[in-house]
């Protein structure tokens, strides 16, 4: 047909094949924006009423919905890079795994009678498991643990930008993914003992060597906890084709966040000694923020100057 001749036929051996990839669901920037506001008004609230009331009241209300909401946000950060079939399972088994090590270890190891076991205060909110008098899993923690190690892991992947085909690079993810929740830890475990009255590790510290009521194996157990999950969730969090190439700085923003939380409430006790629990998260946060924030802009695609507008001499 005439109307046909110049159209160009192609074959099945020169037409460009369909992609099959399945679509995955990618949280879109006003969806990430509005999440951060129901974030940061939790936190908002919190250390709001911490600062100016105490740990009375509401507050307790208020630091669980920010747990709560802060370990969601941690999920939803990394959502933004892993598809819904890797992060989902993750963030499951962390959340299976930490539960099941604390409680067990709780199990075992608590006893409110001694003086030097650890025991979950009723302050920390509902109890999950129990047996007898022992509060074997608060079910705020699992949430806590799940923001602090999908946070950092994700947080050490931005750090280890420029590195990232380093032939030992996931040991030095493992290893600064690790370091990056212990620093939390060393802020937490004041906060904890000292400020919220979450747990106590031993009741007389007077004469025991101790971070803030905190003994030393207390970071052993948390680093071996540490470990476990990420052994266990690691695999799900390595995806072949990332859904964004470039990393943004939400995971880092969990991380921080988290840490200023406990720095603040340790802060409102900071007569009794806990300025070291301040200065030492002070300490850790600046270099983190700073190699994180170099590992983001680098990874940044170049900027592609415009071209310059053709001269009236050009045009003719």
Excluded at 59 to 86: C, E, G, K, T
Excluded at 124 to 145: A, C, E, T, V, Y
Excluded at 210 to 215: D, Q, T, V
Excluded at 266 to 277: F, H
């Amino acid at each position: 047909m005439p109307e046909q001749q110049g159209q160009r036929i192609l074959s099945p051996m020169t037409r460009p094949a369909r992609s099959h990839a399945p679509r995955h669901w990618r949280p879109a920037d006003a969806h990430l924006y509005a999440a951060w506001g129901v974030v940061l008004l939790a936190f908002a609230l919190s250390i709001a009423w911490l600062l100016t009331k105490g740990p009375t009241g509401p507050w307790r209300w208020f630091d669980s919905a920010f747990i709560l909401l802060i370990s969601l946000m941690s999920v939803f950060s990394a959502a933004r890079r892993l598809p819904a079939q890797n992060i989902v399972p993750a963030a499951l088994i962390i959340l299976g795994t930490s539960a099941l090590a604390i409680a067990t270890f709780a199990y075992y190891v608590s006893d409110p009678s001694s003086n030097s076991k650890v025991g979950f205060n009723d302050s920390f909110g509902p109890s999950i498991l129990n047996s007898n008098d022992k509060r074997l899993l608060p079910w705020q923690l699992p949430f806590l643990i799940l923001a602090m190690t999908l946070s950092s892991r994700e947080t050490t992947r931005l750090i280890l930008r420029p590195w990232r085909r380093e032939k030992n690079y996931g040991l030095w993810l493992l290893g600064i993914s690790t370091l990056l929740v212990m620093f939390i830890c060393v802020a937490m475990e004041p906060f904890a003992i000292k400020v919220a009255d979450w747990w106590k590790w031993q009741r007389d510290t007077a004469n025991a060597d101790s971070w803030h009521g905190a003994p030393w194996w207390a970071f052993a157990c948390w680093l071996t906890l540490v470990l476990v999950v990420y052994w266990f969730a690691g695999p799900w969090l390595i995806v072949k084709r990332p859904l964004s190439m470039i990393p943004d700085l939400s995971p880092v923003g969990v991380w921080l966040l988290l840490l200023v939380y406990f720095t603040l409430g340790n802060i409102t006790k900071i007569a009794e000694g806990l300025w070291q629990a301040v200065i030492a998260a002070v300490v850790a946060a600046i270099p983190v923020c700073f190699m994180a924030w170099r590992g983001w802009k680098l990874s940044q695609p170049p900027v592609t100057p415009a071209p310059a507008p053709a001269s009236s001499s050009e045009a003719a």
